[in-house]
């Protein structure tokens, strides 16, 4: 509980302020859309090159040590927002945060998976997933809120808030000291499976597209709503963090009772249904119904997936095993967010919605033809 709570607060630190920067770097530095998500997404590269390295940290050092530290260092960040009067400071701020963010999320994932019994894994790590996904949506409705009333301060004010709140759950949450056992680890050459799953890549390649989609849809879903007049379109994130909640209620369950193949094909279908009404929102509550239906996927798919990474490995390798998820995720959003700053330009909001529909079915098939085989064929559990 200690663990999920503290997740949640991080994320929806973070992700109040990932979904109101570009509002905040338009406005303030007055650049396009297209330079406006190179520095937005710059988080992410930074998060990319760090999650190589602290799988490894977190699957050799005290994990909870890490976390706390990389928690810590990530939530005074949040005060460079305040100070930012460059584009380069800005930029810099940013890698700095996506260093944090890399450690923060392998380190704090493995931990919780650690405390979990494995009979429980799916279900438990459908519901640590759940804070994730929830802070993806209830941190963006406060962010814009606050967007809306107050100044931009406030919302750096209010993520500093969350993240200290976050950190005094963290402290409390149970080291289990699962270490490896170092003799084995030195005697072992250094190859690349130190440091990812490598046999996990093509589950990993599904996950980047569907974050693909979703990097997109993050970044330009409510501008989207605002163009075509949607009343409260910035309530998009809150039938996500729905759709993501009702996910709860049955995929867990169904992936400890072995259906995670069939789990995680019925998500990939609901995302696609998601975005194709998102794209052509006939009426209003098409685009909110649209929303809801990509939550349910994301929320039934993403613990899926990470469920059947745990399922590839032993317990001494999970760090790096979700170093390779999160990998996947951040790669997918950072694609996803300039790819779709550039897109946006030359097709317009709808096709660029349209595209990700069809990326979704390019993603389905791709699972049942390739990654499906793969894990079948690896899985130790």
């Known amino acids: 509980m200690f663990a999920c709570i ?45 999650r190589f390295y602290s799988g490894y940290l977190v699957d050799n050092f005290s994990r909870k040590k890490i976390y706390i530290l990389s928690f810590i260092s990530f939530v005074l960040l949040f005060l460079g927002y305040t100070i930012a009067s460059t584009i380069f400071f800005l930029f810099l701020l940013r890698i700095f945060h996506g260093i944090t963010w890399g450690i923060i999320t392998t380190s704090s994932n493995t931990l919780a ?27 963006p409705i406060i962010g814009m809120y606050i967007y809306d009333h107050y100044q931009f301060d406030y919302i750096f004010y209010s993520a500093l808030a969350f993240g200290i709140i976050g950190i005094l759950f963290a402290l409390f949450i149970k080291d289990p000291n699962k270490k490896p056992v170092k003799e084995k680890r030195i005697k072992s050459p250094i190859t690349l499976d130190r440091f990812l799953l490598v046999k996990a890549i093509p589950l990993a390649i599904n996950i980047l597209f569907l974050e693909i989609t979703y990097g997109a849809l993050y970044t330009f879903g409510v501008m989207y709503g605002k163009e075509l007049k949607i009343e409260g379109a910035s309530y998009m994130f809150l039938s996500i963090a729905i759709g993501i909640a009702s996910s709860r209620i049955f995929s867990g369950k169904l992936i400890d009772r072995g259906w995670v193949n069939q789990i995680n094909m019925a998500g990939i279908f609901s995302m696609m249904i ?45 760090g790096s095993v979700n170093s390779t998820f999160f990998i996947a995720i951040d790669l997918g959003l950072g694609i996803g967010m300039v790819a779709a700053g550039q897109l946006v330009l030359q097709m317009g909001f709808q096709n660029l919605f349209m595209l990700s529909g069809i990326l979704s079915i390019v993603t389905l098939f791709y699972y049942y033809a390739i990654s499906l085989p793969t894990y079948n064929r690896h899985k130790i559990i």
């Open 113 to 139: 998976i650690d405390l979990l019994p494995s009979k429980r894994r799916g279900e438990g790590i459908g519901f640590y997933g759940l804070m994730s996904t929830l802070a993806m949506s209830i941190g």
């Open 274 to 318: 998601g975005y194709f009404l998102i794209a052509y929102p006939h009426w209003d509550w098409f685009y909110f119904l649209g929303a809801y239906l990509i939550g349910l996927g994301f929320g039934i798919s993403i613990p899926a997936f990470q469920s059947q990474f745990m399922n590839m490995t032993v317990p001494e390798k999970r």
């Open 6 to 50: 503290a997740n949640l607060l991080t994320g929806i630190a973070f992700y109040q302020i990932s979904v109101t920067l570009p509002f905040f770097i338009i406005e303030k530095f007055d650049v396009d859309v297209s330079k406006m998500t190179i520095i937005h997404s710059t988080y992410v590269l930074s998060a990319l090159c760090i």
